[in-house]
């Protein structure tokens, strides 16, 4: 009897797409398929984060179900801890499977009928991940969940509080892989500096340890609180295997907002964090919320000005949008959504520019691993998480290549590489 195929559908944050790595991984009785159309069960590994990813979710459910009336659809990841209740009682799930059951998604796979397995919000996944399908750079979860409460956010709810993976298992899985040839390690999780706080051990101890492995060339971290690099963290700034690059998540440049937001950071402080990094050679990245409830005018020209003395190259802007059960979807006053898209425009406009003005200065040795290609154009990331794209007549897929000088151009870097 041949298989049956699935099909998954990830929306979402890199702790997602891990997720349905560990998934992928798990399944022993069915044959994994590319083609939704064709599947017979398709797992829709959720996001949460807004009222509007409940509806991207929503939609894509709609349009599968017509699209394939036969497959059962299975709602996993954040969204089926929030709507996962909802969704199967208006019938347009087939099953709900919580974060804790994903290790056993094979058995799940055949229940006969609908169900709902949530499970629970402590469990910490075992699972060793040896091969990531189609990527040069291996993401390796490492912690799952968030202590903190940041007023717009529904993560600690639907993830719930900090767990840290175990640190053996962490390594084995990074050994496997740098076996594998995986060179690019990035360490991803929900709230990835907070790693180790439950185990007595922190995040620059994992990485001490990650270093020693061997393949194991570059490790980026995804996003770290301005309050997780203390002393011990510093002091693994100068090592080689660091990508001199960090994301460092501030969310608000002005002390109002972040007040309002919750959150554990400040401005005076983040701007000497940021000082010093970047004198230690690193390209600074950070999330920064526009448009949050109580961003008056006055508000938001204080944090421009202050966006302007910050040494940051790269931005993840996010349009505020309300997520039910937050503290911040009942504040006001509310920023019109047209204005908050001229915020959007202004903040990462400006932050192109700055980055341009860090490329100029940055554009010399560059180690860049090459991702993908095609007709003789392969796109990679250097150590600043500068995007570059190289021209070669070699096949340089999932290959690390030195740049002695790139050419600088408005939207990325491009080099040439021929043979001999
Ligand atoms: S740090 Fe704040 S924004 Fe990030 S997951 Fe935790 S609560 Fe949410």
Request: aromatic share 8%; charged share 30%.
């Given at each position: 009897?041949?298989?049956?195929?699935?099909?998954?559908?990830?929306?979402?944050?890199?702790?997602?797409?891990?997720?349905?790595q560990?998934?992928?991984?798990?399944?022993?009785?069915?044959?994994?398929?590319?083609?939704?159309?064709?599947?017979?069960?398709?797992?829709?590994?959720?996001?949460?984060?807004?009222?509007?990813?409940d509806?991207?979710?929503?939609?894509?459910?709609?349009?599968?179900?017509?699209?394939?009336?036969?497959?059962?659809?299975?709602?996993?990841g954040?969204?089926?801890?929030?709507?996962?209740?909802?969704?199967?009682?208006?019938g347009?799930?087939?099953?709900?499977?919580?974060?804790?059951?994903?290790?056993?998604i094979?058995?799940?796979?055949?229940?006969?009928?609908?169900?709902?397995?949530?499970?629970?919000?402590?469990?910490?996944?075992?699972?060793?991940?040896?091969?990531?399908?189609?990527?040069?750079?291996a993401?390796?979860?490492?912690?799952?969940?968030?202590?903190?409460?940041?007023?717009?956010?529904?993560?600690?709810?639907?993830?719930?509080?900090?767990?840290?993976?175990?640190?053996?298992?962490?390594?084995?899985?990074?050994?496997?892989?740098?076996?594998?040839?995986?060179?690019?390690f990035?360490?991803?999780?929900?709230?990835?500096?907070?790693?180790?706080?439950?185990?007595?051990?922190?995040?620059?101890?994992?990485?001490k340890?990650?270093?020693?492995?061997?393949?194991?060339?570059?490790?980026?971290?995804?996003?770290?609180?301005?309050?997780?690099?203390?002393?011990?963290?510093?002091?693994?700034?100068?090592?080689?295997w660091?990508?001199?690059?960090?994301?460092?998540?501030?969310?608000?440049?002005?002390?109002?907002?972040?007040?309002?937001?919750?959150?554990?950071?400040?401005?005076?402080?983040?701007?000497?964090?940021?000082?010093?990094?970047?004198?230690?050679?690193?390209?600074?990245?950070?999330?920064?919320?526009?448009?949050?409830?109580?961003?008056?005018?006055?508000?938001?020209?204080?944090?421009?000005?202050?966006?302007?003395?910050?040494?940051?190259?790269?931005?993840?802007?996010?349009?505020?949008?309300?997520?039910?059960?937050?503290?911040?979807?009942?504040?006001?006053?509310?920023?019109?959504?047209?204005?908050?898209?001229?915020?959007?425009?202004?903040?990462?406009?400006?932050i192109?520019?700055?980055?341009?003005?860090?490329?100029?200065?940055?554009?010399?040795?560059?180690t860049?691993?090459?991702?993908?290609?095609?007709?003789?154009?392969?796109?990679?990331?250097?150590?600043?998480?500068?995007?570059?794209?190289?021209?070669?007549?070699?096949?340089?897929?999932?290959?690390?290549?030195?740049?002695?000088?790139?050419?600088?151009?408005?939207?990325?870097?491009?080099?040439?590489?021929?043979?001999?």
């Amino acid at each position: 009897m041949s298989k049956e195929k699935v099909f998954f559908k990830t929306f979402g944050c890199r702790t997602n797409q891990f997720d349905t790595q560990v998934m992928m991984s798990r399944l022993e009785d069915f044959e994994l398929c590319r083609d939704e159309a064709e599947a017979d069960v398709v797992v829709v590994n959720s996001c949460t984060v807004t009222n509007g990813a409940d509806a991207t979710v929503r939609h894509y459910i709609n349009a599968l179900r017509r699209r394939n009336p036969a497959a059962r659809v299975i709602l996993a990841g954040c969204g089926a801890h929030s709507k996962g209740e909802e969704l199967l009682r208006q019938g347009k799930v087939y099953g709900v499977m919580g974060h804790s059951e994903k290790e056993r998604i094979n058995e799940i796979l055949h229940r006969p009928e609908g169900f709902y397995e949530i499970g629970d919000l402590e469990h910490v996944d075992s699972t060793v991940v040896g091969e990531f399908v189609g990527k040069s750079r291996a993401f390796i979860k490492i912690q799952e969940g968030c202590d903190f409460r940041c007023s717009y956010c529904i993560i600690p709810s639907v993830r719930g509080n900090a767990r840290s993976h175990d640190e053996a298992q962490i390594l084995e899985q990074i050994r496997l892989l740098a076996a594998n040839g995986f060179g690019e390690f990035i360490l991803t999780g929900t709230n990835v500096g907070s790693y180790g706080r439950d185990r007595g051990s922190s995040i620059a101890r994992l990485l001490k340890r990650i270093s020693q492995i061997r393949g194991v060339r570059r490790i980026r971290i995804g996003s770290l609180e301005p309050i997780q690099i203390d002393a011990e963290f510093k002091e693994l700034l100068d090592e080689p295997w660091m990508a001199r690059h960090l994301h460092i998540a501030l969310q608000h440049t002005s002390d109002r907002m972040l007040e309002l937001m919750n959150r554990r950071n400040r401005y005076a402080e983040d701007r000497k964090l940021f000082e010093e990094l970047a004198e230690r050679g690193y390209a600074l990245g950070t999330d920064f919320i526009v448009g949050h409830p109580g961003e008056g005018e006055a508000e938001w020209r204080q944090a421009m000005e202050r966006i302007e003395e910050l040494p940051l190259t790269h931005v993840h802007a996010f349009t505020y949008s309300p997520r039910e059960g937050t503290p911040s979807a009942s504040m006001g006053p509310g920023v019109r959504g047209d204005m908050a898209k001229a915020r959007h425009r202004e903040l990462t406009e400006r932050i192109r520019q700055k980055n341009l003005a860090f490329r100029r200065e940055h554009h010399r040795d560059l180690t860049v691993l090459l991702e993908s290609g095609e007709d003789g154009r392969y796109r990679g990331y250097d150590q600043y998480y500068n995007r570059i794209v190289v021209r070669s007549d070699q096949d340089l897929e999932a290959t690390w290549v030195y740049i002695a000088e790139a050419e600088v151009h408005k939207e990325e870097n491009r080099a040439t590489l021929s043979l001999g």
